[in-house]
């Protein structure tokens, strides 16, 4: 265990050390929430031009159930619980940190909600709209988000990996709920809504 924790430091340290001043400026907005805002836009969009307003309405209590479950598992439960420190306030490495504009982010970092949030959402997309073409921007999008987080020094890569299951899972839950209710409810047919098939 002691052997994986230091690998985990290392590999942070690594990330967060190769750092300029235009990547501190990329990868800050990069973490930011807000400003994605536009691409949850455009997945609304897009669900409502190939689906309808009606299914596009179904899906998008999907993604909150995706997405809420997610962080509050990871922030509201997992965190608190488990109380791990960020590497930016860990007592061990965080002088060794490099801190972009001052932020340290809260207490304790395990698991990433901003992975699991970020997974949460992508993937229930890509498995909504069953297209590789939609999946890789996605995935992009995910990793990203997630390299973000080790750069700016408030994320262990191991954060980042237990985030990204917790998404994935939430991502195939709220998939399996979405096919539930539209098989009950009748909304919009099996299109897009009912689980992948089986390969």
Request: with cysteine; charged share 15%; glycine share 8%.
């Given at each position: 265990?002691?052997?994986?924790?230091?690998?985990?430091?290392q590999f942070l340290l690594a990330i967060n050390g190769c750092h300029a001043p235009?990547?501190?400026?990329?990868?800050?907005?990069?973490?930011?929430?807000?400003?994605?805002?536009?691409?949850?836009?455009?997945?609304?969009?897009?669900?409502?031009?190939?689906?309808?307003?009606?299914?596009?309405?179904?899906?998008?209590?999907?993604?909150?159930?995706?997405?809420?479950?997610?962080?509050?598992?990871?922030?509201?439960?997992?965190?608190?619980?488990?109380?791990?420190?960020?590497?930016?306030?860990?007592?061990?490495?965080?002088?060794?940190v490099h801190i972009v504009n001052g932020y340290r982010g809260g207490r304790y970092?395990?698991?990433?909600?901003?992975?699991?949030?970020?997974?949460?959402?992508?993937?229930?997309?890509?498995?909504?709209?069953?297209?590789?073409?939609?999946?890789?921007?996605?995935?992009?999008?995910?990793?990203?988000?997630?390299?973000?987080?080790?750069?700016?020094?408030?994320?262990?890569?191991?954060?980042?990996?237990?985030?990204?299951?917790?998404g994935g899972l939430m991502a195939w839950l709220a998939c399996r709920c979405l096919?539930?209710?539209?098989?009950?409810?009748?909304?919009?047919?099996?299109?897009?809504?009912?689980?992948?098939?089986?390969?």
């Open positions: 265990m002691d052997n994986f924790l230091a690998f985990d430091q235009w990547a501190d400026t990329f990868f800050w907005y990069v973490s930011e929430k807000w400003i994605w805002i536009p691409l949850y836009l455009l997945l609304a969009a897009l669900l409502w031009q190939r689906f309808g307003w009606r299914k596009m309405l179904l899906m998008l209590l999907g993604f909150a159930l995706a997405v809420g479950l997610s962080d509050f598992l990871t922030s509201g439960v997992l965190k608190p619980l488990i109380a791990r420190w960020r590497p930016s306030r860990d007592p061990q490495i965080g002088g060794l970092g395990f698991p990433s909600s901003h992975a699991s949030d970020t997974m949460a959402c992508a993937l229930l997309f890509s498995l909504l709209w069953r297209n590789w073409k939609a999946t890789v921007p996605m995935m992009v999008w995910v990793a990203l988000n997630c390299y973000s987080r080790m750069y700016l020094g408030v994320h262990y890569p191991s954060d980042i990996l237990a985030g990204l299951l917790i096919a539930a209710a539209s098989a009950r409810t009748g909304v919009g047919g099996d299109g897009g809504v009912s689980p992948p098939a089986r390969s």
